[in-house]
């Protein structure tokens, strides 16, 4: 279990900050069509939050003591 928060976790949480702020704004956006820019910035920021989840869980598979 990590206790630490560490590098990619702290990017995460900005990353999913990031995307909630999107999505808001979307929300907000005039008329029903989502605009491509901010589409495109939530696409973009949800593999990277998908990339780095997935490196946390590879290194939370590995041994802490193989470091």
């Known amino acids: ?24 704004a979307v929300a907000t956006a005039e008329g029903s069509m989502t605009d491509p820019v901010v589409a495109d910035e939530i696409e973009a920021l949800q593999a990277e939050r998908q990339r780095l989840l997935d490196e946390i869980e590879t290194a939370g598979d590995a041994d802490p003591g193989a470091s």
Not at 10 to 15: F, M, N, S, V, Y
């Open 1 to 24: 279990m990590i206790t630490d928060s560490t590098p990619d976790q702290t990017r995460l949480r900005a990353i999913e900050d990031r995307i909630e702020q999107a999505r808001e």
